[in-house]
Structure formats: C-alpha cells, structure tokens
C-alpha cells in the first residue's frame, strides 16, 4: 500500500504536471470506490487545477470555482491509493493499461488517468468544511510533527508501539514498510508496549521516522508491487530496506537473521538481537521461577 513517501512522490511530480490545467471532461468505468461518481461529470468541467497537496495518504487537488460562481464553496477533488492505485498523466491517444476507471481530460490535450486493480482507493469531492475534517480526524503529519507533541501522542499509552505508529489519528502517513524501517532503525521491537518506552526512545523514533520518510521520498518512494510514480515510473527505496521483506536474511548490523511476527495484525520485521522482544512482567517472572523450582523439587 503506498505510504507516506510514495503519496508524496506522487504529489510532487503532479505538482509540477496539473497547476493551470482546466478538467475539460470526465470518464468512469467501475466506480465502487467513488463516493457520488455522478458528481464527478457535474461539478469538475470548467475547473481549473489550483495545486496538488497531501493530507496523510491522501492526494488533494484543490480546484477553482467554475466560471458560473454558483460553487460555493468549490468542491476539491480527494483521492486515496488504497492498495494497487495509480494517478498519473498520460496524452489522451497514449493506450490505457487495464482496470483503468476515470480519466480526467484536460484542456492541453493529456488525461489524469486513476488505475486501481483491486479497487480498494477511494475518490470523492469535498469542500472546504470536509477537509477541515478529513485533517482534523487524522494526527500530525509524521514527517513533520514535532518532538513535544511526538511525545504527547505516544508516551503512556497501553498500546504496541507499531500498533501506534500504524494508527493514523496519532500520526498520519506511516505504513507497515516505514514503521518496520524506522523501529529498526531506532533499535526498538514493534511489540513493546509505548508506555514502557523511556522518552530517549520515543525521541529516538521520531528522529527515525523522519529520516527514513525523507530518505525514501528522496529515492521516490518504495516499489513492491504496484507503486509508480506520476510519471509511471518505479521508486527506489526498496533497494534499501533494512528489515521489509527480508525474513530469514541477515541484519545489516548484526547479521542475526531477520525474523517476522504479527503485531497489531500486521507482518512485522524485526531483528532479534538489535531488537529485543518486551520483558515479561517481574511478579510473572518471579511465580514462573518459583513454581519450577517446586516441580523439581517434588
């Protein structure tokens, strides 16, 4: 699923593509992941393209009021990727890969073309009220909430630190990938809970979380699967993953094999030595000791 460096890939080279363009018309094929798909035709023609931004993982292209000044206020376009989605800008003769489902015409002749295979994006209209609440709903962007409030949202809480860092109403744009990189990069084990980490730890990880986002936006994004760019071409963080994807292969620092658990229903991987697991509670512990040493005993 792209995350917050693929998002932001796909951003700016929108960015420098859309500015000044006006949507002339709009075509739907399957549109089970549109809210409203007639609205679409009705209110984006006569629109022009203001900027691209990014909210968390969302795209969001803010339009100009048609001509008629009857919007008011203008719907602007909202766009997730979900798993497998694609936006890119393509000439409107160029031939369109299968499962492709809107196409955007613009008025200098090229299309924004939205490709989702399994369909599990999202796209809809909202003014300006709604993406007050679309950000509001979601916490601070992770690659620029500060270290106060980093703090604020993490330390304390009964809950597995990836778990947190997965959870986009406490810091928005993370994914599984990045959470995986940065908690090895921080030395810590996806498991433990956030309330037993110390501050230095939590200071740690934002500090990490911010490095590898922007050193994945730097090498545009991560390509597993699916993810290209608005041009249509793949990034090239993966080559430089530490712990995502390589179970079984050696740590970059320790050479320890990376091993793989579920936590928050999520596959995380970590490293068991730079990494180690949460401590079991010491009353637990002790009764543990105690029991054995009586079995033996008897």
Same mark, same amino acid.
């Given at each position: ?29 399957? &549109? ?29 292209? #803010? ?26 800008? *393509? ?32 796209? $809809? ?6 993406? &007050?609440?679309? *950000? ?10 500060? #270290? ?23 810091? @928005? ?11 090895? *990069? ?12 110390? /501050? ?11 490095? /590898? ?13 699916? $993810? ?37 229903? @999520? ?13 079991? @509670?010491?009353?637990?512990? &002790?009764?543990?000791?105690?029991? &054995?040493? *009586?079995? @033996?005993?008897?």
């Amino acid at each position: 699923m792209p995350e917050l460096p693929e998002v932001e890939t796909v951003v700016r080279g929108l960015q420098d593509l859309l500015p000044g363009r006006s949507v002339v018309s709009v075509r739907l094929g399957k &549109t089970d992941f549109i809210d409203n798909p007639a609205a679409l035709g009705e209110l984006l023609p006569g629109r022009k393209i203001i900027q691209v931004n990014r909210i968390g993982k969302f795209i969001h292209v #803010q339009l100009a009021p048609n001509g008629s000044g009857h919007l008011k206020p203008a719907p602007d376009l909202i766009v997730h990727l979900g798993m497998t989605g694609r936006l890119v800008v *393509r000439a409107a003769d160029e031939p369109a890969p299968p499962h492709t489902h809107v196409y955007f015409e613009l008025d200098d002749g090229r299309e924004l073309r939205y490709t989702d295979i399994r369909r599990f994006g999202q796209m $809809f209209l909202a003014a300006d009220e709604k993406i &007050t609440e679309l *950000r509001e709903r979601l916490g601070e962007d992770a690659l620029t909430v500060s #270290q106060e409030e980093f703090r604020r949202r993490v330390a304390g809480r009964r809950a597995r630190i990836k778990a947190l860092l997965l959870d986009q109403s406490v810091v @928005r744009g993370v994914g599984n990938i990045y959470a995986d990189e940065s908690l090895w *990069r921080a030395r810590i084990h996806p498991a433990r809970l956030a309330a037993r980490l110390m /501050v230095k730890e939590i200071d740690r990880l934002r500090q990490m979380v911010q490095r /590898v986002l922007g050193e994945a936006i730097r090498l545009r994004g991560s390509s597993i699967s699916d $993810f290209v760019d608005s041009d249509g071409q793949p990034g090239g963080y993966q080559k430089w993953h530490r712990v995502y994807g390589r179970e079984g292969e050696p740590c970059y620092r320790c050479k320890t094999k990376i091993r793989r658990v579920i936590v928050a229903g @999520r596959g995380s991987h970590f490293c068991p030595r730079c990494q180690p697991p949460p401590r079991a @509670r010491s009353g637990r512990g &002790t009764k543990s000791r105690k029991e &054995t040493s *009586r079995r @033996r005993q008897g």
